[in-house]
């Protein structure tokens, strides 16, 4: 007992001895504290700790009078930054769960199932007049909302020897996916006439995917094809601030004008990044039309519509934005602008750009300034040199799967001629019976 009381006696002078020291270095501490406090906005000026992280160490030791030892860790400071509490990981998609769910095509139903393995076999062995072929992934929406209609095509012909309605689930499958090129978020659709011999052979089907529409394509043997008119957003109007009638007849015209600074810029409707950007590039020719509208021209040019302007500048990525100043009078002399298109920036960076005569640098683009267009002769040159190695990868590619028909249907009859003689050996041998 006094061995005890001796021990308690013992550890509580270590502890007052703790609590001096730690008092010492944290009045030494005190005010630089405060300090970094009050660079995080959480100071409140007096040279104290803050209310914020003064109530995390209040909780804590709440807590260790209640609980004990193993309740020391402190709330976390409450900001606008800490996470709901309405979060939960549950609302997050459950792979497991996708890959578990119930397959559109099922295996033995009206759709055929074809893999890696089956797929040559089923495709290009076989004595149909037409072939179509689905691919899909289980979680894929726009998969899921086409999977009806295909199946319903397929119970339709599902006993008419003329036609092979197909379909390959790309998890599990990606040689294939990879092989034609196909993305396994988005469905893909491929048909054939007669008997297919090379990949070549299967080309894409890029109609209605409805119960009718694939009636009446299958029904013409892909003749007729139902298109759907997609609706496309104009991100240029007639009537707006920038300027799009410009072509090939009036290009040189409009920006080798020596009365003004002329921003072109080359789009396309269907461009993500034009679609991005074009809110912005329209603010900027509104507020140039205001300020100063004889001095400026902003331009807008479809690549769809001048295919012509588009290669002359060898325009590869979209959008893609070209500067003139006053005196510029021949395309090398153009300068590309790389700086920042979007959001406020656009005012910030081009406003001033195009006011200067392309004299005062964006900061994001004065390590690469200045970019100017290459001599039509280079460009054509390279032009064609990109059509001659893509020609030469085609042609490549096409020889490849002509040497893998030719070793298919070597096998496919072999095959048949092993089969063929086995049903004859045990023909001969019932009849010797």
């Not at 339709?156 to 996916?177: A, F, W």
């Not at 640098?361 to 690469?368: A, L, R, T, V």
């Not at 063929?420 to 019932?430: D, G, H, N, S, T």
């Amino acid at each position: 007992m006094v061995r005890t009381q001796l021990v308690i006696t013992f550890a509580v002078a270590i502890i007052a001895l703790q609590t001096m020291v730690m008092a010492d270095e944290k009045a030494a501490d005190k005010n630089e504290l405060s300090d970094e406090l009050n660079k995080l906005g959480l100071g409140g000026g007096t040279g104290d700790l803050t209310d914020v992280v003064q109530r995390s160490i209040n909780s804590a030791m709440a807590r260790q009078q209640a609980g004990g030892a193993q309740n020391l860790v402190p709330d976390p400071p409450v900001s606008a930054n800490s996470y709901s509490d309405d979060w939960d990981d549950d609302d997050e998609p459950d792979y497991l769960a996708i890959r578990n769910q119930k397959d559109f095509y099922p295996r033995k139903g009206d759709a055929k199932r074809v893999n890696s393995k089956t797929f040559d076999e089923e495709v290009f062995n076989g004595e149909q007049e037409f072939t179509l072929v689905s691919f899909y992934s289980k979680w894929c929406k726009k998969c899921s909302m086409q999977a009806a209609s295909y199946r319903a095509a397929a119970k339709r012909y599902k006993n008419d020897p003329k036609v092979k309605i197909l379909v390959v689930n790309q998890e599990g499958n990606y040689d294939l996916s990879a092989r034609f090129d196909t993305d396994p978020a988005d469905p893909a659709i491929f048909f054939a006439h007669k008997n297919p011999q090379i990949d070549g052979d299967l080309k894409h089907y890029d109609g209605e995917v409805s119960f009718a529409g694939l009636l009446q394509f299958i029904g013409s043997r892909g003749k007729d094809m139902i298109q759907v008119e997609k609706y496309q957003r104009k991100l240029y109007y007639a009537d707006g601030p920038v300027r799009i009638d410009v072509d090939e007849s009036n290009f040189n015209q409009t920006v080798f004008n020596p009365k003004k600074n002329v921003m072109v810029a080359f789009y396309a409707d269907w461009s993500e990044f034009c679609q991005i950007d074009a809110g912005n590039y329209t603010v900027l020719a509104g507020r140039m039309k205001l300020s100063n509208p004889d001095d400026v021209e902003v331009v807008a040019i479809d690549v769809d519509k001048h295919e012509h302007l588009a290669d002359r500048f060898d325009v590869e990525g979209l959008p893609a934005y070209w500067f003139a100043n006053k005196t510029v009078t021949e395309d090398t002399q153009l300068v590309k602008y790389t700086g920042d298109h979007n959001g406020a920036l656009v005012i910030e960076e081009l406003y001033p750009y195009i006011n200067s005569q392309g004299m005062k640098i964006p900061y994001g683009m004065e390590h690469d300034w200045p970019i100017h267009p290459k001599p039509w002769p280079v460009i054509e040159k390279a032009m064609k040199e990109r059509d001659a190695k893509e020609k030469e990868k085609d042609d490549t590619e096409k020889k490849e799967q002509e040497e893998r028909a030719v070793e298919r249907r070597e096998k496919h009859e072999a095959k048949k001629k092993a089969l063929e003689e086995k049903k004859a050996a045990k023909k001969k041998q019932k009849d010797d019976l």
